[in-house]
């Protein structure tokens, strides 16, 4: 049986007290116990900035890359050997910003990952500067007139057909761990949004304030298998914020598509130079 | 007498040049003979000057001559642009009810391909194999041979298209040896022997060595002149185990090769030089995170989009420079289409050995034109992975370090998902685990011990091709696809009285400055050879060696050299050689 300890590291911490991120970190841990997922079975790839220093502080195989590219590398790993259960962690900057276009392009493939953004509102890494969920007019050291539009990352996700599309709160573990499960679990591609308070930069959006306005969807009777609701449900915020499964469905998976690893992971598959003779007769 | 005979298809985009020529350089090579051709198209789907050269000897050729025996003229611009490239007795092959000749003369061969395409077969579109069919009956070429090209080619489309070539042809093969003769046009005849040479481009030959080399994943973006590469492996792979993506843009095609290439893939990328300025940065990831990946960077006239369908050596000080901050690479720059298929082994044998990435330098010259080259021998081929641990080492370790420093700066590499060893890596500066760190004591230890894998790396890269020539007074020095009209130049310079010694580079770094340095101490006089305004490899030599050329002929039009052009450029450009 996994147990906490298997997931529990040794590096020390370089968060700010407080921050969102130690219950995006606890909720992950519990996920992968409850899964009985052992550490070397798991990789998380992750990029640039405060979210995505959170597979150091537990146990996993990790690739941590560069900003906004994860999910390539996660894609190309994932197809390397499928037997790995894949999580990416990036920040809204990463995700939303930098990396948008793989975004999309993941989600479209419909790779069998789990993508996990804590969407702070705000880059904290680099000091507060504004993000692309960032609210209109947020003055930073960078948009000193106020920052423009947010991006909506759920109408993005929907519009690229995503398989599963969730939101969580890291002031709510038990939930946020129980949404990482089924992300993990579903077969496909699995955006989960996570609504992470920052302590240092922004002092809107506290643990207090959404509190207040987090409520869960599958508490009314929502119906994730509806993409038209889906778009509604996508759009809410303000007084009241939906958590939870957003939307879910069956699509076809990247790689089980492909022919060449129905017989095994392409790294168990040994090399064979004898093996293209047939082809050079085609020259 | 020896064999030295061109040919020019030439039309416009649409028009089937590439399909012509091709069925010629496939009847000749299987016939035997040893076969160049190089195409020159531009930038568009229809219309524009288009056209596809070969060249026919009975050795070994790896250049084309702008000298024709017969010009092959699907439209009249053809005529005008090539015309005047016609050796004394070279012919023209036209459609005399689609083309109006500017004079009546018996050089000018009116074979009209579409109504000949109409009336055996009523199919227009095989005006193409009509116009094969005559350039064989002009040189009373085994008409066999054809029908046997022709059969293979089409095969897939079923029985009745093949045979409508193969009447086609004969149609056209029959009234050019009507309206050929007595034009003492000469004739070419095929060889019984059979060798079977192989006829491939610079990418068929890449795609073959990395399949042969155990390259399982392929990321990229099409563009010229590596899309076909991607296109081969993406069809391919799929009976031979190698996964290609098509990605959204060249960022990801290399953060996802890097990507399987961590988790224990040989993973390539493949793109040119727009495409690889995108890839610059995860090039310094993989350095940085010490992961095997190999990257084919097909030069073409830049900067920016250049003159994408044509030819340029320009990159060369990018590819040794791409990437922030300082980590090893080797860079090999093949100078055949033969030697292209050992270079994509080597890079993945090198990638892997020493742990970071490999550039494999081409051009869209070698991409792109075919040669005749012996069947490779794939039990001869070579797979080297270096440190990586094997099962029941892995699960003899602990606290397994991927960034362990060693005395050659080379961790043993496990790979995630084997055994319990947990595979940590970072972009980050890291400590031997992979967890990233920030103190001065750990960040020297790994600089230092990835700087290090450089000392072997440097004694795996070959030294460049010395050929000397008694009597020599200057050495023409080239790099990766000029070899063969350098090496050709040379041969006409010598048999002229005019010998000249030869350097060539196919593996240009960790640079074998050594070996550079004591072959062009010997020589009188430096010239070097390159496809590019800056003299770069001059530049190289000058950096790592102190050895400053004398004089450069560069060349940045977007064409390749000929031999030719070599000679006269020598004649004209440098002061006494």
Redesign the interface.
Known sequence: MVTLNDYAST?PIAWCPGCGNFGILQAVKKALVALNL????V?F?SG?GQAP?LP?YT????????HG?T???????K???H??TVIGIDGDGGAYGEGV??L??ASRRNIDMTYLVHNNQVYGLTKGQASPTSDTGFITKTTPNGAGLPLNPLMLALASDISFLARGFAGDIEHLSGLIQAGIQHRGFALIDILQPCVSFNHTNTFAWYKERVYKVESEGYNHADKAAALIKAQEWGERIPIGIIYRQERPVFEEQ????KAMP??K?P?D?????A??DE? | MAVDFNILVGGEAGQGVQSVGMILAKTFAYGDFHVFADQDYESRVRGGHNFFRVRVKDSEVLAFSPELDILVALNRETIDLHEKELKTGGVIIYDGEQIKTPADSKKYINIPLLKLAEDTVKNKLMANTVAAGAAFGLIGYDFDLLAFILKSEFARHGEKIVNDNITAAWAGYKLARERGAGLNIPSLQPKIGNLHRLLLNGNDALCLGAMAGGCKFVAGYPMTPSSSILEYIADKGRQYGVVMVHVEDEISAMNMAVGAGYTGVRAMVATSGGGFALMVEALALAGMTETPVVAVLGQRPGPATGLPTRTEQAELWFALHAGHGEFPRAVLAPSTAAEAFYAAIKAFNLAEKYQTPVIILTDHHLASSYTTVNRFDLSQVKIDRGELLSDTEVSKMKDYKRHLVTASGISPRALPGQGKALVVTDSDEHDEAGHMIEDAATRNMQVQKRLRKLTGLRREIAGPELKTSPGAGATLIGWGSTYGAISEAAYILKQDGHPVNTLHLSEIWPFPAESVAVALGKSKQNIVIEGNATAQMAGLIRRETGIKADASILKYDGRPFSPAEIISRLHEEVKAW
């Open positions: 590096v052992e550490p070397q079975r990789l790839v640039i220093k150091h146990r996993g195989n990790l690739f941590n890359g560069l590219r999910l390539p590398a996660a894609t190309g790993a197809i390397a050997n037997d790995l276009g793989h999309l392009a492909l022919p060449q690893l392409l790294v598959q090399i130079p004898m093996r293209i003779g082809l050079l020259f």
